[in-house]
Every structure is written in C-alpha cells, then in structure tokens.
C-alpha cells in the first residue's frame, strides 16, 4: 500500500514571507510523478506543481518550487514571498500504484497567510 | 476547453431518493475519477474509468453506482444513500499517466 506523510496540519506564514510544507511518501515505483495540489475554500482543487522521478532537477512554477528528495522518498513545497490568496490546504500527491495515475492525497496542511 | 464541469454544485436528496451527478470535460482525457471529500480531510477515490471502462472500484457500497456513456460524461447515480454519505463529491479527468488531474470543482451533497 501506498503511504503518505504530512507532518504539519496546520501552518501560518506573515505575507511576503517563506513557507515550506513537508510530504514523505512511500512507492516501490521508480519511475513516476508527485504533485502538490492546493485547494482554497472555494473547494476547486488546482494543480500547483508537478515532479518527474526521474529528473534530478526540482520543478520551479513562479513562486512555488519543490525539495524532491528521491532516496529519502521527500517531496516538500516551498512558497515564496507568500500572498494572501495562497490560504488553503495543501495536499500532497504521490503515485497510488497504478498505470492511470490513480493519486493516493496526503492529510493535507491548512495554510494561512496572514496580512 | 480546460475545464471539468460538475453539476449540479449542491444537492439536498433523501434517503430513498434517486440522484445522478454529473461531469463533463472536453479535453480529450481518457481517464475520468470520482472521488469523496469530507471536511478538512483529503479526497477518497471511489472509482476510476479509462478510455471509457472501469478500471478501478475501491469497494464504494453498490448505492453508488459510476456510468461512463462516452469519452467526455461521467455519471454517479446515487441510490438510498445514508446520511454519512453527505460529502463534497469531486470528479476528476486526466491523461492515462502522469500528468496530474484536472478537477471540477465537486458536488455538495446532503443526504438528509
């Protein structure tokens, strides 16, 4: 089975600060993708970043970057001068096991930025 | 078109009604998801279909029931639902592998 850790429930973070979420996760996969998807209290889930296994380098999009750490199976999310409509949770999206990019969520982490 | 549309955003049914929630996407993904949310926990999948056949069925109890009529719809019949079913029900589509989901943005559904 698939297992996903994410330590942290809830975080705040002071506008225009730096925030970093943390995600472990367990895969007998070697080659596969992980994904960190926010979603805001509108509830729509929104792809915030993506991570190829196989690339060395981290996946950067504007303000938010990724820590993958392949060996020790981490994959945490820095935000980046953080903005106010950056509150929402976060989840964490390892592979579930099968070839239909089935995605097995963390528990998320409650994020809050404050003015 | 990059966008999965579900409908309808809430639904109020009761126990021995019969509903069907639905979602649609035109952008040529093979892969569509339904998934159940509750409150400040992360999504649970319930069924998977790819290029139109279900591929995965994560034991979800037969009163929901996933239709699949073509390559764009995905339908979730509900039937004599209880009320801990009531959940934020999310539909998803993709490509087969690895390019992460597009997500509609869910159903609120109260079974009272």
């Known amino acids: 089975a698939q297992t996903v850790t994410q330590s942290q429930p809830e975080m705040s973070v002071q506008e225009a600060e730096t925030v970093t979420l943390s995600c472990t996760y367990d895969?007998?996969?070697?080659?596969?993708?992980l994904f960190w998807y926010k979603q805001p209290p509108s509830r729509q889930m929104i792809l915030v970043i993506r991570q190829e296994a196989y690339k060395q380098q981290n996946a950067t999009e504007n303000r938010f970057s990724v820590n993958f750490q392949k060996a020790a199976k981490s994959f945490s999310l820095k935000i980046s001068d953080s903005q106010l409509g950056d509150t929402a949770m976060y989840f964490c999206?390892?592979?579930?096991?099968?070839?239909?990019?089935?995605?097995?969520f963390g528990q998320g982490t409650i994020l809050t930025v404050h003015p | 078109d990059t966008e999965v549309t579900q409908t309808p955003k809430h639904l109020v049914m009761g126990m021995t009604n019969k509903k069907s929630l639905k979602c649609e996407q035109h952008?040529?993904?093979?892969?569509m998801y339904w998934y159940k949310q509750k409150a400040k926990k992360p999504p649970e999948l319930m069924f998977v279909y790819s290029y139109e056949k279900l591929s995965i069925n994560e034991s979800v109890p037969s009163r929901f029931s996933p239709e699949c009529p073509n390559s764009s719809l995905l339908n979730l019949h509900l039937h004599a639902l209880q009320p801990e079913d009531s959940a934020l029900y999310l539909c998803a589509s993709s490509q087969p592998v690895g390019e992460g989901y597009t997500f509609g943005s869910g159903t609120r559904l109260t079974v009272v």
């Open positions: 895969t007998s996969e070697n080659n596969y993708y």
């Open positions: 999206a390892p592979p579930g096991g099968t070839s239909y990019g089935k995605l097995t």
């Open positions: 952008m040529g993904h093979r892969a």
